[in-house]
């Protein structure tokens, strides 16, 4: 991988570079005018992995650098500072470090750090060993905390000793509100806060009013994360029937639903190829029966999917619905989706938000509806 180089007079024509990528990809689409949501050029992930190198007596943060003609071979390269990583990340890398350097239980064998943070300053700090963790590393990483003001948990193989809590609270500023996202270690969030916050607007404004309505219809979520989305949109409909299949996801999700009051979602641990089957009737069961499928009247699906995109049965699936919100993490696989679900929809909005300044990544949105004529 290449490590992102930031450099701030430069974002303009990097996200110049990306509009017009996307503009051309998706041509054939014919989409209306692309919007585009501007990340803070940087300092904007809130979560960061780094693998610790030990030379003699220093240790220090690292990435490596893969070649690209031969993948087999990489470069070490020493980070003190990372400015793709949150102010917060950058405050604790060296102080972090110093600490370990100075304690032989803290830095023994330490091979990785991994760090998640909020908007606030919140900060959970998993430190990851490859040897057994006792009562010592304990009480010596328990001082730690309080000297840096973190939380840590502490993982080697078949150990995770969570000293004070497993999670974080994110605080996301959408449309006037404040919502509260419980984000627990080694689960997927959204690295990006300030991008999320603008992803979660775009996505409240375009299910507004489903279909020039005033009568609420349903909603249906698939990968629906820790409720990431569901919490935000929950208020534009009269119900939401949420999936997802990891297990601390919608543990997560549930305790999300509750510290916001939202009262008409609910969140079903099944995948979204289960739940297609459920919906046709061709897969039943206790889980399939606590949905209650025959109550809602789905008017919108929100699809979330990871990088691979959607097979051509799911897409099948969306284009039963009067409107598609996708998101996508990958444009190549999102211009094969929309190949499928153009034929019975036409793109009505189409954004970029800036996930990750400085990188090749494109995080898009995209506004289906169904074609009427």
Known sequence: MAIPVVDPERYAEQLAAKRDYLESTFAAFKPPTLEVFESPPGYYRQRCEFRIWHEED???????EVDPENPKNKRVIRLDQ????SERINQLMPQLREACLRCDELRRRL????????????????????????????????AL?????????????????????????????????????????????????HICQEMLSWAREVTAGQQGSDVKKDLVELYCGNGNFTIALADNFRRVLATEISRTSVASANVNLEAN????AQIGRMSAEEFSLALKGEKAGRRVAEMAL?????????????????????????SEYAQIVYISCNPATLAENLDILTKTHRVERFALFDQFPFTDHC?????LKRCTD
Request: hydrophobic fraction near 40%; glycine fraction near 6%.
């Open 261 to 264: 009051g939202v009262t008409n």
């Open 294 to 318: 025959e109550e809602y009247d789905f008017s919108t699906v929100l699809v979330d999917p990871p990088r691979a995109g959607l097979d051509e049965q799911s897409c099948e699936q969306l």
């Open 363 to 367: 995080e898009c949105g995209v506004l």
């Open 82 to 85: 990372y400015a793709v990583a």
């Open 111 to 142: 091979f990785q750090v991994e760090f998640l943070t909020t908007l606030s300053g919140e900060a959970l700090v998993t430190l990851i060993y490859h040897r057994p963790l006792g009562d010592e590393w304990e009480r010596k990483a328990r």
């Open 145 to 193: 905390e309080a000297e840096l003001g973190i939380m840590i948990i502490g993982r080697s193989r078949k150990q995770r000793i969570v000293l004070t809590r497993d999670h974080v609270w994110e605080r996301l500023e959408v449309d006037g509100r404040t919502l509260h996202y419980q984000q627990v270690e080694n689960s997927f969030t959204q690295p990006n806060a």
């Open 58 to 64: 220093d240790l220090f943060y690292a990435m490596f």
